[in-house]
């Protein structure tokens, strides 16, 4: 398949998980700029996370990606479309994968990426501490992911410098932003409510598919990096803040998803692919029937 092709296919799948969140709210709420924001977010984060899986997977993996993250949807439309909802995990997901890019290949343009999506993240409910912890992974990656024919000391070095001048020059900006009032801080504030408990099943078998796929060397440090931004949601997710642990529940969503796609690669035997592959529209209907 084409990449053109592959990323129309991408967009149109990626509405029309959009519209299955959005199009419930139409007729009692209008056109409410809310709604729309939403909508234009929930696109956004599949946008990002096909970038991303193209990048490391191939076009067909990034499409199964797109699908796969789509099994979310219900689980937002289960606990009512909230904005901070959206956006905490767009920013953090943003973060996630800046940070890894910039540890990898540290670019002045990319630490003031990284550092724009880092200070969006602490406004919300992961925090400077979260942050903190992000950080340490990203650089643990880095440094079980060697480059060849470059130093190990002076590679690992130089992700750690990069990625801890992206998250202090962001947690400085969140510091200012905080300043100007509630409406950009609460913007990222998720509600408390818990969403429905069948949420997690879908989530579990996704977690089955991510254990069981192939972890090839020449992609490591992407992946160890999702990795990282997953290990920090779950300590969230163990904590005591209410706000943390619901903007866990959903920025897993498209992690997972993206390290999902890695089941897909042109290495993988095609018997394989169709047990996954039907492993992932159990997951589908299970997120859309029991949470729908």
């Not at 149109?12 to 939403?38: E, F, K, N």
């Not at 076009?59 to 937002?76: E, H, N």
């Not at 997901?93 to 800046?98: K, L």
């Amino acid at each position: 398949m084409s990449r053109a092709y592959a990323r129309a296919a991408a967009a149109v799948l990626s509405a029309a998980a959009v519209a299955l969140v959005w199009l419930p709210y139409w007729p009692s709420a209008g056109a409410d700029r809310w709604l729309i924001a939403v909508a234009i977010l929930l696109f956004a984060l599949h946008g990002l996370v096909y970038v991303v899986a193209e990048q490391v997977y191939g076009s067909v993996p990034a499409i199964i990606a797109v699908v796969t993250l789509g099994c979310a949807v219900s689980a937002f439309r289960d606990a009512g479309i909230v904005f901070a909802d959206v956006a905490s995990t767009l920013v953090y997901v943003a973060a996630v994968y800046s940070l890894s890019r910039n540890s990898l290949d540290p670019t002045p343009q990319g630490i003031v990426l990284a550092a724009l999506a880092c200070a969006l993240t602490a406004l919300g409910p992961i925090g400077i501490e979260g942050l903190g912890f992000l950080a340490a992974a990203i650089t643990l990656a880095r440094a079980l992911s060697p480059t060849p024919r470059e130093p190990w000391l002076r590679s690992v070095h130089g992700a750690a410098v990069a990625t801890l001048l992206a998250v202090a020059t962001g947690g400085l900006l969140a510091s200012g932003l905080e300043h100007l009032g509630p409406g950009i801080d609460g913007a990222f504030r998720c509600a408390t409510e818990m969403p429905n408990p069948l949420h997690y099943a879908p989530l579990l078998i996704l977690l089955v598919v991510v254990l069981t796929r192939p972890w090839r060397k020449h992609r490591r440090h992407t992946d160890l990096c999702s990795v990282g931004g997953v290990s920090v949601l779950v300590w969230l997710f163990l904590g005591s803040d209410e706000a943390a642990r619901r903007l866990a529940s959903y920025a897993v969503w498209p992690l997972l998803a993206q390290l999902a796609a890695g089941q897909f690669d042109s290495a993988t035997g095609e018997a394989r692919r169709s047990l996954v592959v039907g492993v992932l529209v159990v997951a589908l209907i299970a997120s859309s029937g029991l949470l729908g």
